[in-house]
Nanobody, 115 residues
Framework: QVQLVESGGELVQPGGSLRLSCAAS????????VGWFRQVPGKQRELVAI???????NYADSVKGRFTISRDNAKNMLYLQMNGLKPEDTAVYYC?????????WGQGTQVTVSS
């Protein structure tokens, strides 16, 4: 089992920046895929950024050029740097971790972009 804990979500003004973190613990192996998703009430969870190990990172069109996903394999950490935040970025952000064909999700962290 893998446990994921996100942090870093908060209220921020439009144009501001946040850095989300995701700490993985438990029975950790090199993941096949890690990523970030987000969800607003009444809508499906959507991809923000996906980072397959050894492959190209993909971003949702809505965040390209503003968000950056990164990972520290030695520390079992995943990050999402979010710049130029917009009100439409308001959502609960979830960390995603896939290893050995099993997928895991964190509990989510709330990001609210509002003046």
């Amino acid at each position: 089992q893998v446990q994921l804990v996100e942090s870093g979500g908060e209220l921020v003004q439009p144009g501001g920046s946040l850095r989300l973190s995701c700490a993985a613990s438990g029975n950790i192996f090199t993941p096949n895929v890690v990523g970030w998703f987000r969800q607003v009430p009444g809508k499906q969870r959507e991809l923000v950024a996906i980072n397959p190990t050894g492959s190209i990172i993909n971003y949702a069109d809505s965040v390209k050029g503003r968000f950056t996903i990164s990972r520290d394999n030695a520390k079992n950490m995943l990050y999402l740097q979010m710049n130029g935040l917009k009100p439409e970025d308001t959502a609960v952000y979830y960390c995603y971790w896939n290893q050995r064909d099993r997928q895991y999700w964190g509990q989510g962290t709330q990001v609210t972009v509002s003046s």
